[in-house]
């Protein structure tokens, strides 16, 4: 199979590494208090819409909603094992001057057993879908793919709200993640 080459909008995502807002206290402290939430997806929600809300205000973009289903994420199953799910996304629709409305949802139990999603869960989904409104909204980019770029603005926009430890390690030179240095 023939690889796709990379479009503008691909290498434009790719370049762009900043840190994507510089959050404020209010915003740690909101992300902090995500970490130490209950399991009611009613106030993970309420507490989710104030950061992206503050995030947002920050980075002087488009209001984005938060929705949180509680309910299982939507998954595909073999028959033997899980093949695919979805933690969440990120939806948007356009006007002449760029996003005109956004949202976010996220499903607040997991695919099979149907529990409640870890509070680092919600978050690194909550912000991994943030940025995704960055990307359309502050970079006004046509399409948020997930390039070397968008990772590198996630893992610093986690980094900026000292909760870094939600996202991911950083794959090795193989691709496997490494362990932390922590």
Not at 9 to 32: C, D, F, H, M, W
Not at 87 to 107: E, L, P
């Amino acid at each position: 199979m023939f690889a796709r080459r990379p479009d503008a909008t691909y290498r434009r995502s790719q370049t762009e590494i900043a840190l994507p807002v510089k959050p404020s206290p209010i915003a740690r402290g909101l992300a902090i208090g995500i970490l130490d939430s209950s399991e009611d997806h009613s106030e993970r929600r309420r507490l989710g819409q104030l950061l992206i809300d503050e995030l947002g205000t920050i980075a002087n973009l488009v209001p984005c909603d938060l929705v949180v289903a509680n309910r299982a994420q939507v998954h595909a199953h073999n028959g033997q094992r899980l093949t695919m799910k979805t933690y969440g996304y990120y939806r948007c629709t356009f006007a002449d001057r760029g996003v005109a409305s956004a949202r976010i949802r996220i499903y607040h139990k997991t695919a099979v057993r149907q529990q409640v999603i870890t509070t680092k869960v919600f978050l690194n989904t909550l912000l991994h879908e943030w940025v995704h409104h960055y990307d359309f909204a502050g970079l006004r980019l046509p399409r948020s793919p997930h390039t070397a770029g968008f990772y590198t603005r996630l893992r610093k926009l986690a980094e900026a709200l000292d909760v870094a430890f939600v996202m991911p390690p950083e794959p090795g030179p193989n691709g496997t993640p490494q362990p932390s240095a922590a």
